[in-house]
């Protein structure tokens, strides 16, 4: 879903007061390979860096070692070919700073960046039991190194390599969001909805060398995910044409010697009205992923979608559905388990309104879990929207304490 309109309503500026830490529970980590030894500049084992997943934390003078990850059929797995499911959250702050957002404090330059705000921060998702951060990103930031934004995001990747945690790098929008930007449906002109994006990324082709220049940077860090861009959507020139993109793009990141994982979307969300199911009615199905159909030489492609009940993923005559029957019924339309029976899913956001009062709000709640139950049982990875204190979709209660909420507690009891 849109998260101009996400954000908008919250009445964010850059100078909100943002994000958060929480209590400090046991971690959880599903299928992470991390050695740690406290020395400085020295490589683990050579066995380890035959692996190709040494990270180097000057920081804190800690080297850590954290799994690659691949795909077999329709799982994900590490190089001890356990299967990992991978499940999160979203923190979508560095399309808006160059460095984030850290205990609640923006980070606007190389200047102000605190990495052990950050490390703060990082224990409290993995209190929780995140063993995955989705971040969003601006284009230009990236390009032109704003305050040295490629530095800044490169330490925050090692410091969540040293607690387990994998990040998606996640397109968002060509410019800075708190320059004015919007949620750009394609990285690139015509689709481009940003004023000044085509003057960032003029052409398919630009957008391509981007991607090239991100996976040539990050692919030596393990943990990083590739994803190719938030809720692409469009018409079907716009379908088409993201389609032959998207498989440039990996054909592309693949040439650089990247091996991360890719993952792939369409359109904004799966939605459906149950009571006219398709093809007869309206619904927002995962039918793209046979009509993309993309190729990976490598075969680690994971295909994603978004789930918000609150813009209508199941919904009835009568109003929103939330029961269990009427969630798997809409998983089927959705075509989940089709998808999952052959590739990993993902969900890559899913929103848990809590403006909502009364029974709706007892049925929001009672959603969201029922959601992550039947993930959890299909072994679907997700990353709920959002880690923040404010908004409709908030999760806990800001720093200092991180305090999971409504919300945060269905997530931390699933993680």
Avoid at 9 to 27: F, K, N, V
Avoid at 38 to 45: A, L, M, N, P
Avoid at 288 to 307: E, K
Avoid at 347 to 376: K, P, Q, R, V, W
Wanted: charge should be negative; hydrophobic fraction near 40%; charged fraction near 15%.
């Amino acid at each position: 879903m849109n998260k101009r309109g996400k954000i908008l309503e919250l009445g964010y500026t850059m100078s909100t007061t943002q994000m958060a830490t929480t209590r400090l529970l046991e971690s959880k980590f599903y299928g992470i390979l991390l050695a740690s030894i406290i020395i400085t500049g020295i490589f683990v084992s050579s066995a380890m860096s035959s692996l190709n997943s040494s990270i180097s934390i000057p920081n804190s003078a800690i080297i850590a070692a954290i799994s690659p990850l691949h795909v077999e059929g329709r799982y994900i797995k590490d190089v001890n070919n356990n299967t990992v499911v991978l499940r999160g959250v979203n923190k979508v702050e560095w399309a808006d700073q160059p460095g984030g957002t850290w205990m609640g404090i923006p980070v606007n330059s190389i200047s102000s960046w605190n990495p052990t705000n950050v490390a703060t921060e990082l224990i409290s998702m993995q209190s929780w039991g995140i063993n995955l951060i989705r971040c969003h990103q601006a284009i230009e930031q990236w390009l032109y190194n704003i305050e040295q934004h490629r530095q800044m995001l490169k330490e925050f990747i090692q410091l969540a390599a040293e607690r387990g945690i994998y990040v998606v790098f996640d397109g968002y929008s060509v410019r800075n969001y708190a320059n004015g930007a919007t949620q750009d449906p394609l990285p690139y002109p015509p689709y481009q909805t940003t004023p000044g994006a085509n003057t960032i990324i003029t052409s398919g082709q630009d957008y391509i060398n981007y991607m090239v220049s991100v996976a040539s940077e990050l692919k030596g860090y393990p943990n990083v995910i590739f994803e190719l861009w938030n809720e692409p959507n469009g018409n079907d020139a716009a379908k088409a044409s993201w389609f032959s993109v998207a498989q440039r793009c990996i054909n592309a990141i693949r040439a650089t010697g990247a091996d991360n994982l890719i993952i792939f979307q369409w359109d904004y969300n799966c939605w459906a009205n149950l009571d006219f199911p398709p093809p007869s009615g309206s619904a927002a199905t995962m039918d793209w992923v046979w009509q993309a159909n993309l190729t990976d030489s490598l075969g680690n492609l994971v295909y994603s979608t978004h789930i918000y009940r609150c813009y209508g993923a199941f919904q009835r005559s009568g109003g929103r559905a939330w029961t269990l029957a009427d969630i798997q019924l809409a998983f089927q339309y959705f075509l989940f388990p089709n998808v999952t029976t052959k590739y990993p899913l993902i969900i890559g956001e899913i929103g848990c309104d809590l403006a909502y009062t009364g029974d709706e709000l007892t049925h929001e709640l009672s959603a969201f879990d029922t959601c992550m139950t039947l993930f959890d049982q299909m072994g679907i990875s997700y990353t709920p929207f959002w880690w923040r204190d404010i908004g409709i979709f908030r999760l806990h209660g800001g720093a200092p304490h991180f305090t999971a909420n409504a919300a945060g507690n269905i997530l931390v009891a699933h993680l």
